[in-house]
């Protein structure tokens, strides 16, 4: 069948792309790049012209609140009515798990917005909500330090390798809609500071992981349960430990 992976050149666009086309597939990476934009509508009724799905991978440029919620809006808006004009039977959105649990982060707010838009439209659809990539491990650091110091909540933490969420909304994308959500997750769960310690220590960074019950997830205090399902999950197989880009190359 046509599948149109929009966002399809992003870390988790280009591997689904990869993955539907190993299994027979006519799988379109649609982006900016590929002359498809979302928030404008250019190049959609072209790119989804006898398509059978179309998976939402996309991601804001900016994480400004009003920005990502003028994103997700528009251009979920813009997509789901070139889907129903063009007869698509299926919409697929990635979004992220614990997005209900933290209404005050700027970020998780436009995904809620997003996910409405979609149980609000005609189409038959799917939610999958994947736990922090393995990928992003770097940049949550980063986003957590303070000075020479990272600061971490002591709550759950589930991560997960982009190469299982891919698999796992391809899997979903290829089957009948759900007409609802699930929960996508790494197969162990780790105390998020100890995690991050640990991650550092493999690094050889000399920043200094504290444990802090008050820090902040890109702006949002964290409960234990705010970033691990709630209850049950199609977990991946990989371990971090045994993650190949646990350590990037020359470290």
């Known amino acids: 069948m046509k599948i149109v992976v929009i966002g399809g050149t992003g870390l988790i666009g280009s591997k689904l792309v990869a993955k539907l086309g190993e299994h027979g597939h006519e799988a379109v990476a649609a982006s900016p790049n590929t002359g498809v934009n979302t928030l404008t509508g250019e190049g959609l009724a072209d ?25 997700f809006e528009t251009s979920t808006r ?18 992220v798990v614990g997005t209900e649990r933290l209404p005050g982060n700027g970020y998780f707010r436009a995904k809620i917005a997003q996910e409405k838009l979609i149980e609000g439209s005609s189409i038959p659809y799917s939610l999958v909500h994947a736990t ?19 600061r971490m909540a002591p709550v759950l933490f589930q991560p997960i390798a982009g190469d299982e969420v891919a698999q796992a ?36 960074d000399p920043r200094e992981v504290v444990t802090d019950p008050h820090a902040r997830y890109f702006g949002s205090e964290l409960e234990n349960g705010s ?13 971090y430990a045994d993650w190949p880009g646990r350590i990037p190359a020359g470290e």
């Open 132 to 150: 922090q990539f393995f990928e992003f491990t770097r940049s949550i650091a980063d986003a957590g330090t303070d000075g020479g110091t990272v």
């Open 169 to 204: 909304v391809g899997r979903i994308a290829t089957g009948s809609p759900l007409n609802g959500r699930v929960d996508v997750a790494g197969p162990e769960q780790f105390r998020m500071d100890v995690f991050f310690r640990d991650a550092l220590a493999a690094w050889h």
């Open 47 to 71: 790119v989804l012209a006898g398509a059978s799905v179309v998976i939402d991978v996309s991601n804001s440029p900016s994480f400004e609140p009003a920005a990502v919620l003028e994103f």
């Open 78 to 95: 813009n997509l789901l009515a070139a889907e129903a004009a063009a007869g698509v039977g299926h919409h697929v959105a990635l979004s």
């Open 227 to 239: 970033l691990v399902p709630a209850g049950e999950a199609i977990l991946g197989e990989i371990r």
